[in-house]
């Protein structure tokens, strides 16, 4: 098995390479090929596009009597996806691109317009620079000014860089991070005054409000009269009587009241014995009287136990 992958080859010892005859193939022959649409192309005869990338099977070729620098230029051929109408391109080595040719026409090639611009405009100052020598002296001198003004540039760029370069990025985001948090701190803190300055005011309201409900409050309702019990009435009465006695008993039972007298004095008074008209009949002498105080309710009381005595006798 090992014998079909050697690449060596056996060589007869009378082999000639000469006598190998060559086959003689025609210069512009055909090759079929795969390949993909260089560049946007839009067909001439249906006028269908053909976009960049997409994939052929096309036809290649030669192109007999055109070479760049040695090197030979193909040409391919497509067939519309529509129409199947021929299409053909060539290689362009010289601007390493591709040239339509024939059956569409390119799309978007505004930028190899503009680089054939520039290279005609360069063509047309060299043939200037090669017959005028003022011209030459005057482009060097637009090239020259133009240098000093990119080297300004530069240079203010790079000033710009290093300027940047000395600033500590990372010390500047600390900063700011400290900056919003105290930020947020002072935020914190005038939200906490303001509540506490609302609740001190909401405090203040109501404690006006209940100072003010009281004020207003109804009258407190009279207690019910207690019922007297049923011997409070003769307290009351005694109560009255003696106060009676105690306020106008005195000047108004003056002329009223009669003093009990006793024997004795009445006989040291008027030196003979005089007998009393209501006392009893009897020899008997009788009991000295007990001093009477000086209070009008007992001289009332006295008062009164005389009328009965005297009644009785």
């Known amino acids: 098995m090992s014998e079909r992958k050697v690449l060596n080859k056996y060589y007869p010892p009378d082999f000639d390479p000469s006598k190998i005859p060559k086959l003689k193939l025609p210069k512009d022959r055909q090759y079929v090929v795969r390949l993909m649409a260089p560049f946007n192309m839009r067909c001439k005869t249906c006028g269908e596009y053909i976009y960049k990338g997409k994939k052929f099977n096309a036809r290649k070729e030669t192109v007999q009597n055109e070479v760049y620098l040695g090197l030979p230029i193909f040409r391919f051929y497509i067939k519309c996806t529509r129409c199947l109408a021929e299409i053909t391109f060539k290689t362009d080595p010289e601007n390493t691109d591709y040239t339509m040719e024939h059956g569409a026409t390119r799309n978007f090639q505004a930028e190899k317009l503009l680089e054939e611009e520039e290279k005609?405009?360069?063509?047309?100052?060299?043939d200037e620079e090669l017959n005028n020598p003022m011209k030459v002296l005057e482009n060097r001198t637009k090239d020259s000014k133009l240098e000093m003004e990119v080297l300004e540039n530069l240079q203010e760029l790079k000033d710009l860089n290093q300027r940047q370069a000395h600033v500590d990025f990372e010390a500047m985001l600390h900063q700011h991070r400290?900056?919003?948090?105290?930020?947020?701190?002072?935020?914190?803190?005038?939200?906490?005054?303001?509540?506490?300055?609302?609740?001190?005011?909401?405090?203040?309201?109501?404690?006006?409000?209940?100072?003010?409900?009281?004020?207003?409050?109804?009258?407190?309702?009279?207690?019910?009269?207690?019922?007297?019990?049923?011997?409070?009435?003769?307290?009351?009465?005694?109560?009255?009587?003696?106060?009676?006695?105690?306020?106008?008993?005195?000047?108004?039972?003056?002329?009223?009241?009669?003093?009990?007298?006793?024997?004795?004095?009445?006989?040291?008074?008027?030196?003979?014995?005089?007998?009393?008209?209501?006392?009893?009949?009897?020899?008997?002498?009788?009991?000295?009287?007990?001093?009477?105080?000086?209070?009008?309710?007992?001289?009332?009381?006295?008062?009164?136990?005389?009328?009965?005595?005297?009644?009785?006798?």
């Open 120 to 126: 005609r405009v360069q063509k047309e100052r060299e």
């Open 178 to 313: 400290l900056s919003t948090e105290e930020c947020r701190q002072q935020q914190e803190e005038e939200d906490e005054r303001e509540t506490a300055a609302l609740l001190e005011k909401a405090r203040q309201h109501r404690l006006l409000e209940d100072s003010d409900s009281e004020d207003e409050a109804a009258p407190i309702p009279p207690r019910p009269a207690i019922r007297p019990s049923p011997t409070t009435i003769l307290d009351e009465t005694l109560q009255g009587k003696r106060k009676m006695g105690s306020v106008g008993s005195r000047s108004r039972l003056a002329g009223l009241i009669l003093v009990k007298k006793t024997r004795t004095e009445a006989k040291g008074s008027e030196g003979g014995q005089v007998p009393n008209p209501g006392a009893p009949s009897s020899g008997t002498a009788a009991s000295p009287a007990p001093q009477i105080p000086g209070t009008s309710l007992s001289q009332l009381g006295a008062y009164g136990d005389s009328g009965d005595s005297d009644s009785s006798n």
